[in-house]
Every structure is written in structure tokens, then in C-alpha cells.
């Protein structure tokens, strides 16, 4: 399995931006698709974001398009998470995943490894 540690969350005031990066180790990274998935206090886990083993393809959440913008850099094992105009209701446990099947996940069962979380906390 790939090994995902999270980083760049913290406290921002609402309409400001923060982005968020998930280094991957162990596994050649490029064989994996990688999600950004996030838990707000009491609510389950939900999908954000997907991006395609080359970058080329990209998926979003209703809540996320427009102000989130994922992205990838294979060269340095790296997956990415904009994230602008934020809003309170984005606080949450911001998780990357990684997925090794062809099509774009977009539920959690589509994903077998996961980082940590990093706190993302959007004050009004």
C-alpha cells in the first residue's frame, strides 16, 4: 500500500484560501488515482475531489466546484487540494486517498489508502 500524510490545514477566515498537499510514499504514485475526501464535526465522511493517474481527469463535489481546485505533481509523488472563497460549513478532517482502479472513485470504498487528516477550520 501507498502511504499518504496530509499537510497545510489550519484556521482561516471565511472567504480566505488554503491548500492542502498529501505527500504518498512506498508505491510508485503514478498508478494511483488520489481523492481528497473531508468529515465536518458530526457529520460523516464525504467526497471532495478526484484527479486520474495523469492528471488529465478531475472530479468534484457540488460543494467544491468553483472553489476547489485539485491537482497532482508525479514528479514529486504529491497530490494537491485549492481551496478558495472558503465558507464555514468547509470546516472538517481533510483526508487524501488513493485508489489504483481505472475509473474515478467517488465514494470511500473506492479508495484503499488513507492519510491522517489535517484539520481545516474556517472561522465567520
Known amino acids: 500500500q501507498v502511504q499518504l500524510v496530509e499537510s497545510g490545514g489550519g484556521l482561516v477566515q471565511a472567504g480566505g484560501s488554503l491548500r492542502l498537499s498529501c505527500a504518498a510514499s512506498?508505491?510508485?504514485?503514478?498508478?494511483?488515482?488520489m481523492g481528497w475526501f473531508r468529515q465536518g464535526p458530526g457529520k460523516e465522511r464525504e467526497f471532495v475531489a478526484v484527479i486520474g493517474m495523469s492528471g488529465d481527469n478531475t472530479a468534484y463535489a457540488e460543494s467544491a466546484k468553483g472553489r476547489f481546485t485539485i491537482s497532482r505533481d508525479n514528479a514529486k509523488n504529491t497530490v494537491y487540494l485549492q481551496m478558495n472563497s472558503l465558507k464555514p460549513e468547509d470546516t472538517a478532517v481533510y483526508y487524501c486517498?488513493?485508489?489504483?482502479?481505472?475509473?474515478?472513485?467517488?465514494?470511500?470504498?473506492?479508495?484503499?489508502?488513507w492519510g491522517q487528516g489535517t484539520q481545516v477550520t474556517v472561522s465567520s
Open positions: 486517498a488513493a485508489d489504483t482502479r481505472a475509473n474515478l472513485g467517488v465514494t470511500e470504498g473506492d479508495f484503499g489508502s
Open positions: 512506498g508505491r510508485i504514485f503514478s498508478y494511483y488515482n
